[in-house]
């Protein structure tokens, strides 16, 4: 009989409820198109009507779309904030979600007949070590900072928040990496290291346990993700802060999607 700890079992459930997560009708399997708004009408390809931004996201169309299931003729308008998404129109069963990115409008597609989506057979992922779970120390920045990245974008930079350093020791090597807030007094810190190209994607992130109230916090790094960038070339996740970058190979998490 095969004797299942408890650490497996709770890595396997959470494992499977991601890639549940990942393949829903318009999760981020199913996306399709990326498209910055022009500043005057203009054409997409695969969308009808005629599409801008200035202050707001712009339609003009004589039908083929709705809102809220009513039909769109004539011009709608919406705006997010920076980072921030709509699910805003449909275009028959593909979705038309409008973001903002570096302050710039641009549209999504997601189908959910996307052949991302189709084949998707699950996420590959490093077998579960619990040497990879190690306690770290959290160091509160006095106040946020504004810190621009890279993302997954040649033309696109972003701003991440960060809220303070991580330091955690790894493979003989003490680190300290710029964090950002997740929910319920977690972190989010993303990095690099040296799987990154081969065995997995260009970076990854991981999102830490709940900070003690000496400052200490636990960090799986089992549970590291694969950010959206990694499924679909239409991602605009942005990098992991300069300094982020790990010298050794963690072998540990999800993998590369091939």
Not at 100 to 123: C, I, K, M, N, S
Request: charged share 20%.
């Amino acid at each position: 009989m095969t004797v299942v700890s408890d650490l497996e079992l709770d890595w396997q459930t959470w494992h499977t409820a991601r890639e549940r997560d990942l393949d829903t009708d318009y999760g981020w399997l199913s996306v399709v198109a990326f498209d910055w708004l022009p500043a005057t009408p203009a054409a997409i390809a695969g969308l009808p009507g005629q599409w801008w931004a200035d202050e707001q996201a712009h339609v003009t169309t004589a039908g083929g779309l709705s809102l809220g299931g009513e039909p769109v003729h004539g011009t709608v308008s919406a705006s997010v904030p920076e980072a921030g998404s709509l699910s805003w129109l449909l275009h028959r069963n593909r979705l038309v979600e409008l973001v903002l990115r570096g302050g710039r409008y641009a549209v999504r597609q997601r189908d959910p007949e996307a052949a991302t989506r189709t084949a998707f057979d699950g996420v590959p992922a490093f077998p579960l070590d619990d040497a990879w779970a190690v306690t770290g120390y959290f160091s509160p920045y006095p106040k946020a900072r504004r810190v621009e990245v890279a993302t997954a974008r040649d033309d696109l930079r972003q701003h991440i928040t960060a809220i303070g350093a991580v330091h955690v020791a790894l493979g003989g090597t003490a680190y300290e990496l710029v964090a950002t807030a997740a929910s319920d007094s977690r972190l989010n810190v993303a990095f690099h290291d040296r799987t990154n190209g081969e065995e997995t994607a260009p970076w990854r992130t991981v999102t830490t346990g709940p900070v003690e109230r000496d400052g200490s916090v636990r960090i799986d790094f089992n549970r590291t993700i694969n950010l959206p960038f990694a499924f679909t070339a239409y991602g605009t996740c942005p990098a992991p802060a300069p300094g982020n970058r790990l010298g050794l190979p963690v072998t540990a998490g999800e993998k590369k999607v091939r």
